[in-house]
Nanobody, 126 residues
């Protein structure tokens, strides 16, 4: 089972970012998938989640600017960010819920995610 985040790089403030999480080894279509990020010297924080039902939720710091989506046929999860800020600079990780078809379907708690990919670094320049 592998999750691989990609798409990071250098972005100018006010610009956009687009990250992709590619999964392999099993299907995660029945699992909530989340994005988290960790800035230097800070704890890993919740960014966004998309449930197995397609519902979404966002951290307060990215709400209205970031969009999470998934394509189960391609086994990928996307994170699109607009109007990025220097404080969005972090290593971004994708993760899969530990249980399938969970109710309620939205999981924000980092401890409920069992499968983690290697992160991808996003640097936002001012």
């Amino acid at each position: 089972v592998q999750l691989q985040a990609s798409g990071g790089g250098l972005v100018q403030a006010g610009g956009s970012l687009g990250l992709t999480c590619t999964t392999s080894g099993r299907s995660f279509s029945g699992y909530a998938m989340g994005w988290f990020r960790q800035a230097p010297g800070k704890e890993r924080e919740f960014v966004a989640v998309i449930s197995w039902t397609g519902r979404t939720d966002y951290g307060d710091s990215v709400k209205g600017r970031f969009t999470i989506s998934r394509d189960n046929a391609k086994n990928v999860v996307y994170l699109q960010g607009n109007s990025v800020k220097p404080e969005d600079t972090a290593v971004y990780y994708c993760a899969a819920d530990r249980f399938p078809h969970r109710q309620p379907p939205i999981i924000r708690n980092i401890l409920e995610y069992d499968f983690w990919g290697q992160g991808t670094l996003v640097t936002v320049s001012s």
